[in-house]
């Protein structure tokens, strides 16, 4: 029987450092009225189907769903990529870097 690997202390820092992230982040949201939805784990399922196929697009068409925050596009094309990874290094506060492609 093959033999479980153990946790070391780096893992557990890992865990431990990603736990209490996600515990500030959502004790912070609360505080100034934010409400937060965290969704994982989404394969290709019936579920996936009928959130991204049929849900989603037809709320943010209606305006039920509202895509945040605003994106900044950079460009069009692999050939922008580095002016993306350029306009993150110099700082973005509230916003998407997206090079469509």
């Known amino acids: ?6 946790l ?3 893992t ?11 515990v500030s982040f959502q004790v912070t949201s609360r505080m100034r009225h934010i409400r937060t939805k965290f969704v994982s784990g989404m394969m290709d ?4 189907k009928v ?4 849900f989603l697009p037809q709320a943010l068409a209606e305006g039920h769903y509202v895509a945040a925050p605003e994106p900044v596009v950079v460009g069009k094309g692999l050939d922008h ?12 506060s509230a916003k998407k870097v997206v090079v469509s492609l």
Request: charged share 20%; hydrophobic share 40%; proline share 5%.
């Open 12 to 22: 557990l820092l890992l865990i431990f450092r990603f736990v209490s992230a996600n």
């Open 1 to 6: 029987m093959p033999t479980r690997p153990s």
């Open 45 to 48: 399922n019936e579920v996936s």
């Open 8 to 10: 070391n202390l780096q």
């Open 81 to 92: 990529i580095q002016a993306g990874l350029d306009a993150q290094r110099q700082g973005v």
């Open 51 to 54: 959130l991204y196929e049929d």
